[in-house]
């Protein structure tokens, strides 16, 4: 029995060594030398707690449909060049449509083996001779389109967490929010929000178009576009006066390649210190660009980001190599903040800003000074309550009770874990003390009443132990299943609660139950206690 007690009090040791020195280094400044060569994870905190930014954003998943549906015309169009199916026109019917109208009915076996099949996301709805030719219908399957819009949503995700690491922003959290929706939460975010909420919501779609420079550009400016055209304009500053100056580019709607294939994205000042970026496509996009500068040699090709138009060179030769240039008078930041959202990838959809809010670092200190504030008062009246309640047993589950808040704390920061700390996860904290030390309640009073029945006081802690073990386990075990999918599901502030009280009942199950038996043993087996103050 002395053995047995000697390996829980090794338990208890290390358990109380490890928690001591994860929790260290968020007591303050570490030492040189623990900087150096030990762990250095301080407890992280939440936006409320900390400051930042928080943002809820809609993806626009529709846009992501209509962006398959433009690509899928450009493959079908290169397709039928390659296969020699001669077409007169492919046009969009309708956001998830497409009517191809072919010139020999003859070829309709032909398109079906050699293009259909490579066009995964249509299937083919109809066919018939019309005026324009004989039309081949063809729409995305409805599950198709459920696929791209979630595909979308994930993509946005990953690319926007993408865009906040090369920010610098230390432990963002970027997760989806119900169908459409994502929650960016930046903590520590106290300078340039304007510049971070621009970068992580612009959509970086990059699109080269042919322009169309037979119809009239002075027509389509008072509001005559002809079908298939539209109409952007290039913004420049005049050097001279420094005034915004509109050029308008009446570009085809149909879209020569994206920024899908690029590769890299950087800036590239030339002599007089003018930035560009120069890209660079993998080897499909390089194969593309290769393809559409060889068939419209002699035309100007517009360079589009996010509807407008940088440049519009014409292009003199094939290029091959896989590589351009986007020219523009930007400034260095601006230079670098579009290499970067070119090199994370463009958004598969426009998101818009449904909530923004920023908490100043202040409002943070104050925060964690309530919390810390309520949960010491708090932590003091249940320690006082239960000396003058419980006497000698009332200071075991007191030191039980401090035992359990380092060790939540401690596994918060466990690089296992490494949780976050949030207002409401203060509260998850003072929530899990109560509980806590409730388990010590249910085992004292089961003492008390064994006591009662005139039993000895060794044999009254040990049956108050084994009784009140089932309600102490089943309790805790159905609030933390409970409190899983908040985990799993939630964000922000619920996730942070859940987080912390799951953490807190876990460790009051070893406090309560482990810690304490082991003290009471300690006293009845080695300092041969007669009688139970309790």
Known sequence: MIQSLQWRFAVIAVVLAAGLFLVYPSMGPVPSFWDKYLPNNPIRLGLDLQGGLYLVLEVEADKAVESVVDQS???????????????????????????????????????DSKVLGNLHNFKKIGSGPTDKGFEIRLQVDPQMVESIKQRAVRQAVDTIRSRVDALGVTEPDVVIQGVDRIVVQ?????????????????????EFKLVDENANLGEAEKGNIPPGDELLYETKRSPKTGVLMRTPYLVKKQILLTGDTLTDARVT??????????????????????????????????????????????????????????????????????????????LPAPVKILEERSVGPSLGEDSIRSGRNATVVGMLLVILGMLVYYKWSGAVADVALLFNLLLIFAIMVAPFLRAT??????????????????????????????LRLGKSPRVAMEVGYSKAFSTIFDSNITTILAALPLIQFGTGPVKGFAVTLCIGLAVSMFTALFVTRAIFDYAFLVKRVKTLSI
Request: proline share 5%.
């Open 186 to 206: 930046l903590p520590g975010l106290k300078e340039d929000i304007n510049r971070a909420i621009d970068i992580i919501k612009r959509t970086a779609r990059l």
């Open 269 to 346: 000042p030339d002599q007089f210190g003018r930035m560009s970026i120069s890209i660079e496509f993998n080897r499909a996009g390089a194969a593309q660009f290769e393809r559409i500068t060889g068939e419209h040699v002699h035309e100007r090709l517009a360079i589009i980001l996010d509807n407008r138009v940088y440049s519009a060179p014409v292009i003199k030769d094939r290029i091959s190599g896989g590589h351009a240039v986007i020219e523009g008078q930007f400034t260095p930041e601006e230079a670098h903040d579009l290499a970067l959202v070119l090199r994370a990838g463009s």
């Open 73 to 111: 015309i450009i493959e079908a169009s290169a397709l039928m060049k390659d296969e020699k199916i001669r077409y007169s026109d492919v046009v969009k019917t309708s956001p998830t449509s497409v009517g191809i109208y072919l010139k020999e009915p003859e070829q309709e076996p032909l398109f």
């Open 421 to 450: 700390l949030t207002l409401p996860g203060l509260a998850g904290v003072a929530l899990t003390m109560g509980m806590a030390i409730d388990a010590n309640v249910l085992i004292f009073e089961r003492m008390r009443e064994e």
